[in-house]
């Protein structure tokens, strides 16, 4: 008896290291998607090779990481729709397939937008802005044909990109020309009666600007006082070293949520190169000639660099994490360092390293520390 006592003594001091051990494995290997997934959806942007499968080393990455993807580029005007009489779904369709196979949360990026659109879009065949008839049924068709296609796939869309300057005024694309701010809410309006079921956003950069602040909240009120469906604001967060500052991207993410809609942070990424100018936000079609003084981290980092980019990214999460009862998703703009469109904007040819994971696709410090406290929080807190 004796000697059996000591047998399962040893029994269960083993199963407890066992247990003990994996547990700490499992810590040690826990994802962004496993801290944080109880908050917010945690979010990526993908692209064709990836949503295709030829990149795997990203492919992993996004699978261990991420629970929600957005479309970085295929679903954009010039790719998904590039002649008046002809769609293209073909990398559309791979990338909601891609979401569905991996049990993802999908999300349409984007509808309407100024930039990245096609050519015919807004004009005649003389190159003449075609009537306000006639966009409407061009807006209508194209929203609808493409939000119907994916209807109860896609989770929700990305409706109108960044239709308001910083100081509050509205942006002169083609579509304000030739409808006026109308053109906002019939877009809202072509997309709900394709999928009444999806949700619906206004997604724009430097959200931090008191007056694109001021602007948007009265935009989200006018349309829900018209009673059109309007259930998020996307934040883009595509920061630099010293704009926005927290405080102020606080104040605007608490505006938008007092509109009684939630907050998405979208587009997330933080710039470590020199700006080229001070009023340049987020316009893709901005583009400066390259300068060597301007391209300073063409091999590596430096250590002290690394730091403060890894610092500051830390108050921007930790900040979100203090709102994830407003916030309902956050999406970074890549998924590492190397697919990060800041590599060649405004400046082709510059190297940056804006992402939350590097060019091996490891995390960066900034990573293990959020991870590491949101666990030890809700061990804190069970």
Not at 49 to 69: H, M, W
Request: proline share 4%.
């Amino acid at each position: 008896m004796k000697r059996n006592s000591i047998l399962l003594s040893i029994l269960s001091v083993s199963t407890a290291l066992i247990v003990s051990c994996s547990t700490v494995e499992k810590e040690e290997a826990t994802t962004l998607k496993e801290a944080l997934g109880d908050k917010f959806l945690v979010g990526v942007a993908i692209n064709s090779n990836q949503a295709g499968g030829t990149d795997t080393a990203g492919v992993a990455l996004i699978k261990q990481q991420f629970n929600s993807i957005v479309a970085e580029n295929c679903m954009k005007s010039e790719v998904i729709h590039p002649e008046e009489n002809r769609f293209d779904f073909t990398l559309a369709d791979q990338f909601v397939a891609f979401g569905k196979k991996n049990d993802m949360t999908i999300i349409g990026h984007t509808l309407i937008w100024h930039s990245q659109l096609s050519p015919w879009f807004c004009v005649d065949e003389k190159g003449k802005n075609v009537s306000p008839e006639l966009l409407k049924e061009r807006m209508k068709r194209h929203i609808q044909t493409i939000v119907s296609r994916y209807k109860g796939e896609i989770k929700g869309w990305d409706v109108v990109n960044e239709a308001i300057e910083d100081d509050g005024s509205f942006r002169q694309t083609k579509f304000y020309e030739i409808l006026g701010e109308e053109y906002i809410p019939l877009a809202f309006q072509y997309a709900h009666e394709a999928d009444p079921e999806a949700e619906l956003y206004y997604n724009d950069f430097s959200m931090a600007h008191p007056g694109k602040r001021d602007a948007v909240v009265k935009l989200v009120n006018k349309l829900k006082n018209q009673g059109i469906r309007i259930d998020a604001v996307g934040m883009q967060g595509h920061l630099t070293m010293s704009f926005p500052t927290p405080a102020e991207f606080e104040k605007s993410l608490l505006a938008f949520a007092s509109t009684g809609v939630n907050v998405m942070i979208t587009e997330l990424d933080m710039t470590v190169l020199p700006w080229p100018s001070k009023k340049l936000g987020a316009d893709i079609s901005a583009n400066f000639a390259y300068e060597k003084e301007m391209n300073p981290y063409p091999e590596v980092l430096p250590d002290s660099v690394s730091q403060a980019w890894n610092e500051r990214m830390g108050e921007f999460l930790r900040l979100f994490v203090k709102h994830a009862n407003v916030i309902t998703r956050v999406t970074v703009w890549g998924a590492s360092d190397e697919d990060s469109w800041r590599n060649n904007w405004p400046i082709k040819g510059r190297k940056d390293y804006a992402l939350l994971f590097d060019r091996n696709h490891q995390p960066k410090p900034v990573v293990t520390s959020i991870i590491k406290e949101v666990l030890n929080t809700k061990k804190a807190n069970p």
